[in-house]
């Protein structure tokens, strides 16, 4: 299994940038997806996942800019981050389960990761 994560860069706040994740090994339709960020000094959070239903949740610092959604065909997890701000300059990652999962799991629960991709957001 692995994950690998593009997308980041660095924009002015207000800006927007599009990560995605794809995926490879997983049965990926039901896969539990989520991501995750870490920002310098601070412990890693969960920012948003996508559970086996479907249903997508988020964290309320980023709830109402960001969206999470994946292309099954594609095999490719996304984030597409709106309104950003210097509070969301992070480390973003993609991650996984291989079975079937529900609700905010943590980084240690979940099976598989990417390496991660660098945000960084100016005033």
């Known amino acids: 299994v692995q994950l690998v994560e593009s997308g980041g860069g660095s924009v002015q706040a207000g800006g927007s940038l599009r990560l995605s994740c794809v995926a490879s090994g997983l049965i990926y339709s039901s896969n539990y997806m989520s991501w995750f960020r870490q920002a310098p000094g601070k412990e890693r959070e969960g920012v948003a996942y996508i559970d086996s239903d479907g249903r997508t949740v988020y964290a309320g610092s980023v709830k109402g800019r960001f969206t999470i959604s994946r292309d099954n065909a594609k095999n490719t997890l996304y984030l597409q981050m709106n309104s950003l701000t210097p509070e969301d300059t992070a480390m973003y990652y993609c991650?996984?389960?291989?079975?079937?999962?529900?609700?905010?799991?943590?980084?240690?629960?979940?099976?598989?990761w990417g390496r991660g991709t660098q945000v960084t957001v100016s005033s």
């Open positions: 991650a996984a389960i291989r079975g079937r999962g529900y609700g905010w799991l943590t980084w240690s629960q979940m099976g598989y």
